[in-house]
């Protein structure tokens, strides 16, 4: 499956933002998803993911309450909404599909990538 990210840029801390993902080559509807984001000098980390039905979500701790992943099989599309926006939320975004159904953070098991998506808070 092939993925392209987009949605990023420059706001404001406690702003909003909403990434999309979109997904082409396989049935959209087969693959977990999930979004990760690189800050400079950084790894890269987990924020969140949605299962294939978006029965199940998972984030990391830094995001809960602030973000809200999100899926849209007839559009093949996922989603992050990104709320009361900080600093160091200051990333590349990139969304992320594993070959196996798995909702979590193990990066290791993502195996297909986006592009990724800069976002940038101002203070």
């Known amino acids: 499956v092939q993925l392209q990210a987009s949605g990023g840029g420059l706001v404001q801390t406690g702003g909003s933002l909403r990434l999309s993902c979109a997904a082409s080559?396989?049935?959209?509807?087969?693959?977990?998803m999930g979004w990760f984001r690189q800050a400079p000098g950084k790894e890269r980390e987990f924020v969140a993911s949605?299962?294939?039905?978006?029965?199940?979500?998972y984030y990391a701790d830094a995001v809960k309450g602030r973000f809200t992943i999100s899926r849209d099989n007839a559009k093949n599309t996922a989603y992050l909404q990104m709320n009361s926006l900080k600093p160091d939320d200051t990333a590349v975004y990139y969304c992320?599909?594993?070959?196996?159904?798995?909702?979590?953070?193990?990066?290791?098991?993502?195996?297909?990538w986006g592009q990724g998506t800069q976002v940038t808070v101002s203070s």
């Open positions: 992320a599909a594993p070959e196996v159904s798995f909702v979590g953070a193990a990066k290791n098991l993502y195996k297909y």
């Open positions: 080559g396989r049935t959209f509807s087969r693959y977990v």
């Open positions: 949605i299962s294939q039905t978006s029965g199940s979500t």
